[in-house]
């Protein structure tokens, strides 16, 4: 093999990895204090947005629920869940309520995606919600 040939296979394998490449995109919260948090993101067609909760309802029973009657979602869509009882990454605990959203189609102008997740124990109904996060999700 030359070193043109080389040059190529190197190049070709990089524009291959950095054009095929998903976009990704990570938030996270917490069920910290009781209260509500309302947060705006933007995200590309196709990208994906990986939300990710954090709760001890091994100990309190408090799980975060994605609300599908009072959220808005025509622009993304839900990808995927995870939950884990008690995750732990390199000794520390992680996310254990993961939600994944993919844009599929560009906002209209002036337009949002209104996500609601709420922390609740499931016997007490989310009339009881410890913790509510609002996100408002542009796809451009």
């Known amino acids: 093999m030359n070193y043109k040939t080389i040059i190529f296979i190197i190049v ?15 938030e996270h919260f917490d069920d910290g ?4 948090e ?12 990986e939300l990710g909760f954090r709760s001890q309802f091994h100990m309190t029973a408090y799980n975060w ?10 622009t993304v869509k839900l ?11 390199e000794g520390r605990f992680t996310d254990n309520f993961v939600f994944n959203f ?8 002036g337009q949002h995606d209104r996500l609601i997740f709420e922390c609740y124990r ?5 009339n009881l919600s410890e913790n509510t996060v609002v996100l408002n999700v542009t796809v451009v």
């Open 12 to 26: 070709a394998t990089i524009a291959i990895i950095t054009f095929t490449g998903e976009a990704y995109q990570y």
């Open 33 to 36: 204090p009781p209260g509500f």
């Open 38 to 49: 309302e947060k705006k993101i933007a995200i590309k067609v196709s990208e994906t947005l």
């Open 65 to 74: 629920y994605f609300d599908t009657d009072a959220s808005v979602a025509t």
């Open 79 to 89: 990808s995927g869940v995870k939950k884990e009882k008690n995750p732990r990454k």
């Open 102 to 109: 993919t844009g599929v189609k560009a906002s209209a102008a």
């Open 122 to 126: 499931v016997w007490e109904g989310k």
